[in-house]
């Protein structure tokens, strides 16, 4: 059998495959077949990687978000190559899923071990199920310029614990956070900054997460409120965020995590290498996460500034799922055909074919703030939260309510057709005005 070895620092393992009879054709950097698969390496190693891959019988490769992706699974499958993933983490694992990989092996499996999983046949990473994966924890992001992030982030809270789930709503803005303020909350308790502190020091368990979290009424969302002045962003560090966020995934069914704008990684300008970093609670909480619902502005604007954005995303998230969701549609700043604009624009300059809506709902959106209260509490038949409830029920989980759910999806269609939120009719919209109201 003939093997390509691309794990770093992989030579005690090539050694070990070769005295187990595996002829082991070629040993590269992790990184070489996303390389040659982007085609990002020079001519000549590029042209070396794919010859190697074709003339190999497995890829045995360590997985993470640099070294795997779709394009290089598509890579090996042309060239008839197995792909044989090793792992370090949990992180790992979720993105070997997501590439339809065979279960994963660890990275530090003996030499002899994997020569047994190369001789043997491909190991299914999972068996079929009817139902999709749930996330645990979804991160909520959006760019600069006020899209809706933290209005969307507790909606989608909300509508999640439907149905009797339990869902934290964790505020790790470290520029401006509001979920407090938003919601009513008192912004002066311990929060999730202390929930951060606890966690670096081992004691962050379910109990203590309930003494320190809020309850937000009788929805079953528990709020972990954010920092209550900007300049406490560093107690937010990746390690104390990353931990924090880890006990949360055991404590609660959902986290909902509602995160900053800005995706800089703030090496590039400061000087001190190991102080601590602004956007480390967002980038963290986006590397923790297994959705990522990016939010983005239905206007001209707001579309611009996101697709900016998206690449730096893409980037920091790799193969983690993103769902993208306009918010505030209206046809006042887009003309005609409002939501096929955004789809296009969305197409063409980002690649995004899969895109949900949430109508403008001003009526509704200033009721809630006015309570002090999440739209869905004020308004709970209120087009806006119709349209999120529909994007939870098709996105992120199955809609608690199927045969309601069934009966609005097939008055809609005709509207909208399938992954696109539904347009409440005029005497809807005129009884939840009048309810609002």
Same mark, same amino acid.
């Given at each position: 059998?003939?093997?390509?070895?691309?794990?770093?620092?992989?030579?005690?393992?090539?050694?070990?495959?070769?005295?187990?009879?595996?002829?082991?054709?070629?040993?590269?950097?992790?990184?070489?077949?996303?390389?040659?698969?982007?085609?990002?390496?020079?001519?000549?190693?590029?042209?070396?990687?794919?010859?190697?891959?074709?003339?190999?019988?497995?890829?045995?490769?360590?997985?993470?978000?640099?070294?795997?992706?779709?394009?290089?699974?598509?890579?090996?499958?042309?060239?008839?190559?197995?792909?044989?993933?090793?792992?370090?983490?949990?992180?790992?694992?979720?993105?070997?899923?997501?590439?339809?990989?065979?279960?994963?092996?660890?990275?530090?499996?003996?030499?002899?071990?994997?020569?047994?999983?190369?001789?043997?046949?491909?190991?299914?990473?999972?068996?079929?199920?009817?139902?999709?994966?749930?996330?645990?924890?979804?991160?909520?992001?959006?760019?600069?310029?006020?899209?809706?992030?933290?209005?969307?982030?507790?909606?989608?809270?909300?509508?999640?614990?439907?149905?009797?789930?339990?869902?934290?709503?964790?505020?790790?803005?470290?520029?401006?956070?509001?979920?407090?303020?938003?919601?009513?909350?008192?912004?002066?308790?311990?929060?999730?900054?202390?929930?951060?502190?606890?966690?670096?020091?081992?004691?962050?368990?379910?109990?203590?997460?309930?003494?320190?979290?809020?309850?937000?009424?009788?929805?079953?969302?528990?709020?972990?409120?954010?920092?209550?002045?900007?300049?406490?962003?560093?107690?937010?560090?990746? +390690? =104390?965020?990353? $931990?924090? *966020? #880890? &006990?949360? !995934?055991?404590?609660?069914?959902?986290?909902? %995590?509602?995160? @900053?704008?800005?995706?800089?990684?703030?090496?590039?300008?400061?000087?001190?290498?190991?102080?601590? +970093? =602004?956007?480390? $609670?967002? *980038? #963290? &909480?986006? !590397?923790?996460?297994?959705?990522?619902?990016? %939010?983005?502005? @239905?206007?001209?604007?707001?579309?611009?500034?996101?697709?900016?954005?998206?690449?730096?995303?893409?980037?920091?998230?790799? $193969?983690?799922?993103? &769902?993208?969701?306009?918010?505030?549609?209206?046809?006042?700043?887009?003309?005609?055909?409002?939501?096929?604009?955004?789809?296009?624009?969305?197409?063409?300059?980002?690649?995004?074919?899969?895109?949900?809506?949430?109508?403008?709902?001003?009526?509704?959106?200033?009721?809630?703030?006015?309570?002090?209260?999440?739209?869905?509490?004020?308004?709970?038949?209120?087009?806006?939260?119709?349209?999120?409830?529909?994007?939870?029920?098709?996105?992120?989980?199955?809609?608690?309510?199927?045969?309601?759910?069934?009966?609005?999806?097939?008055?809609?269609?005709?509207?909208?057709?399938?992954?696109?939120?539904?347009?409440?009719?005029?005497?809807?919209?005129?009884?939840?005005?009048?309810?609002?109201?």
């Amino acid at each position: 059998m003939k093997v390509v070895v691309a794990v770093d620092d992989g030579q005690l393992l090539t050694e070990g495959l070769r005295r187990e009879g595996i002829d082991v054709i070629a040993e590269v950097a992790a990184s070489a077949p996303a390389l040659a698969a982007a085609d990002g390496m020079l001519g000549a190693d590029a042209e070396a990687m794919l010859r190697a891959l074709a003339d190999a019988d497995a890829l045995v490769v360590a997985v993470s978000r640099a070294t795997m992706s779709p394009t290089v699974v598509a890579l090996c499958d042309r060239a008839g190559t197995r792909v044989v993933p090793l792992v370090e983490d949990a992180a790992g694992e979720r993105i070997a899923a997501s590439c339809g990989l065979e279960t994963p092996l660890s990275r530090h499996t003996e030499p002899w071990r994997i020569a047994e999983a190369l001789s043997a046949a491909p190991r299914a990473s999972a068996p079929a199920e009817p139902e999709r994966p749930q996330p645990r924890v979804i991160a909520v992001w959006g760019p600069a310029g006020a899209p809706g992030r933290s209005t969307v982030a507790a909606e989608l809270a909300v509508e999640l614990a439907r149905g009797g789930r339990h869902v934290a709503l964790v505020d790790a803005d470290t520029h401006a956070p509001s979920l407090a303020l938003t919601l009513g909350l008192a912004d002066e308790g311990p929060g999730f900054a202390a929930a951060c502190r606890q966690a670096e020091l081992g004691g962050l368990d379910a109990r203590e997460l309930t003494r320190i979290a809020v309850p937000l009424g009788r929805t079953g969302v528990d709020v972990l409120t954010g920092i209550n002045r900007p300049s406490r962003w560093p107690e937010l560090d990746d +390690r =104390r965020v990353g $931990a924090a *966020l #880890a &006990a949360c !995934r055991e404590w609660a069914d959902h986290t909902v %995590v509602d995160v @900053a704008s800005s995706l800089e990684r703030d090496e590039e300008i400061v000087s001190d290498l190991d102080g601590p +970093r =602004r956007n480390a $609670a967002t *980038l #963290a &909480a986006l !590397r923790a996460a297994d959705l990522v619902v990016a %939010v983005v502005a @239905a206007d001209p604007v707001g579309v611009a500034r996101f697709l900016r954005g998206h690449a730096d995303l893409r980037a920091t998230v790799g $193969a983690t799922p993103v &769902a993208v969701l306009a918010n505030r549609l209206r046809p006042g700043t887009l003309g005609i055909d409002a939501r096929g604009q955004v789809r296009r624009t969305l197409d063409r300059f980002g690649g995004i074919d899969d895109v949900w809506f949430l109508p403008q709902d001003p009526r509704s959106a200033d009721a809630a703030i006015l309570a002090s209260q999440p739209i869905a509490e004020v308004a709970p038949r209120s087009p806006f939260t119709l349209a999120l409830r529909r994007f939870v029920g098709e996105a992120i989980v199955p809609a608690p309510e199927p045969q309601r759910a069934g009966r609005l999806r097939r008055r809609d269609t005709r509207r909208t057709g399938p992954g696109r939120a539904p347009q409440p009719r005029a005497d809807d919209m005129a009884r939840v005005a009048g309810r609002v109201g």
